[in-house]
């Protein structure tokens, strides 16, 4: 292991320290924490790793292939939905936390495997809660958790 290597995991585990402190209690000071351990895993052996484990998976692969971000989410079309379904669910958990449908940090393009993943997963990141039921604060690390179980 080399030195930069050591430097991005002693780097990442203060980062991540950092996240479980701000999210204890429920004291959520804002979500930068999150985006800087996601940052710091660009282009890592980890995130090529997780790359390459989606790839296994033909329709993750042509969404990597094709670039797929997806419309931005609408909640006030979102909101028309039936009740029952995921999108008035998402909109309606959203707008009830005062919740912006883009809140998260861009990347400055796509272009890479590894720039593209991380918009993916920001983007998706609140339908995740939604989905799952971990609530927001500490429940970040269960959806932690199932990105991993997901995509490793």
Same mark, same amino acid.
């Given at each position: *292991?080399?030195?930069?290597? @050591?430097?991005? #995991?002693?780097?990442? !585990?203060?980062?991540?320290?950092?996240?479980? #402190?701000?999210?204890?209690?429920?004291?959520? #000071?804002?979500?930068?924490?999150?985006?800087?351990?996601?940052?710091?895993?660009?282009?890592?052996?980890?995130? %090529?790793?997780?790359?390459?484990?989606?790839?296994?998976?033909?329709?993750?692969?042509?969404?990597?292939?094709?670039?797929?971000?997806?419309?931005?989410?609408?909640?006030?079309? @979102?909101?028309?939905?039936?009740? %029952?379904?995921?999108?008035?669910?998402?909109?309606? @958990? *959203?707008?009830?936390?005062?919740?912006?449908? /883009?809140?998260?940090?861009?990347?400055?393009?796509?272009?890479?495997?590894?720039?593209?993943?991380?918009?993916?997963?920001? #983007?998706? /990141?609140?339908?995740? /809660?939604?989905?799952?039921?971990?609530?927001?604060? !500490?429940?970040?690390?269960?959806?932690?958790?199932?990105?991993?179980?997901?995509?490793?």
């Amino acid at each position: *292991m080399g030195y930069m290597d @050591l430097m991005s #995991k002693a780097e990442n !585990i203060q980062i991540l320290g950092d996240l479980v #402190k701000n999210f204890v209690g429920g004291r959520e #000071k804002g979500v930068d924490n999150v985006f800087d351990l996601e940052d710091g895993f660009r282009k890592s052996p980890w995130m %090529n790793a997780s790359i390459e484990k989606l790839k296994q998976d033909p329709d993750s692969a042509k969404m990597i292939e094709e670039r797929y971000i997806g419309p931005e989410y609408d909640f006030d079309q @979102l909101i028309k939905l039936p009740k %029952n379904t995921l999108g008035y669910t998402y909109a309606k @958990l *959203m707008n009830t936390m005062g919740f912006q449908a /883009h809140f998260y940090r861009d990347r400055p393009s796509v272009d890479d495997e590894s720039d593209y993943v991380t918009m993916r997963v920001r #983007k998706t /990141h609140d339908l995740h /809660h939604t989905i799952s039921g971990f609530s927001m604060g !500490i429940g970040e690390v269960g959806v932690i958790a199932l990105n991993v179980s997901q995509f490793g």
